[in-house]
Each structure stands twice: as structure tokens, then as C-alpha cells.
């Protein structure tokens, strides 16, 4: 089992910038890779960014340049997630969740999302 609570959202003008934050807790030696989606009112949820336990990253194009993922680890303890995101802009709005990815079996875990505002 594994617990994944985002915190770090809020509203920001256009070309301001947030920093969302990710914290997995529980079997975390079972992650194979974290990211973040995103979802717009009456869209979809979409990738934004995701990191492998190896360090690759896959962006979505709508955010390459502006927006940064990274990972860091407590050992056995706390597998944590970020994401750096500048230059926002209104389009960015939406809720961001987590996403974590284990293996043995494999399964997918979400956290319950933080909203992210951008105005014009």
C-alpha cells in the first residue's frame, strides 16, 4: 500500500510561478515511476510531467521549457515529488494530481489533487 498526498497548490497571475510538492509514503521500495496529471473542467486528465526511478523524464508538450519534475528519497521511508512551474499561464489551470506507479504487482496510486488558478 502506498499513501500519496500532493500539497503546494493556490492561485497565481499569468507568468508567476508555483511549486507543487508530492509526498508517496508506505512501500515505496515498490515505485517505479511518479508524475503529475492535470484536469482541466470539462477536459480530460492529461500528463503533465513524469520522473523514473532512473531519472527520465517525459514532459507534455504544452509545458516543455516552463515546468520542471523532480524526485527525491528517504530510504524506505518517503518518496517525494516536485514540480517547478514558471511562466504559467490561464491554460494551466486545473486540478494537479500525483500519480505513482508500483510493480509486484503493478498498480496505480493518485493523490486526491491540488487546484491550480491561473489568472489573465
Known amino acids: 500500500q502506498v499513501h500519496v498526498e500532493e500539497s503546494g497548490g493556490g492561485s497565481v497571475q499569468a507568468g508567476g510561478s508555483l511549486r507543487l510538492s508530492c509526498a508517496a509514503s508506505?512501500?515505496?521500495?515498490?515505485?517505479?515511476?511518479m508524475g503529475w496529471y492535470r484536469q482541466a473542467p470539462g477536459k480530460e486528465r492529461e500528463l503533465v510531467a513524469q520522473?523514473?526511478?532512473?531519472?527520465?523524464?517525459?514532459?507534455?508538450d504544452s509545458v516543455k521549457g516552463r515546468f520542471t519534475v523532480s524526485r527525491d528519497n528517504v530510504p524506505n521511508t518517503e518518496s517525494l515529488l516536485y514540480l517547478q512551474m514558471n511562466s504559467l499561464k490561464p491554460e494551466d489551470t486545473a486540478v494537479y494530481y500525483c500519480?505513482?506507479?508500483?510493480?509486484?504487482?503493478?498498480?496505480?496510486?493518485w493523490g486526491q489533487g491540488t487546484p491550480v488558478t491561473v489568472s489573465s
Open positions: 500519480r505513482t506507479v508500483v510493480y509486484g504487482p503493478p498498480y496505480i496510486y
Open positions: 508506505g512501500r515505496v521500495f515498490t515505485i517505479s515511476s
Open positions: 520522473i523514473t526511478t532512473s531519472g527520465t523524464t517525459e514532459y507534455a
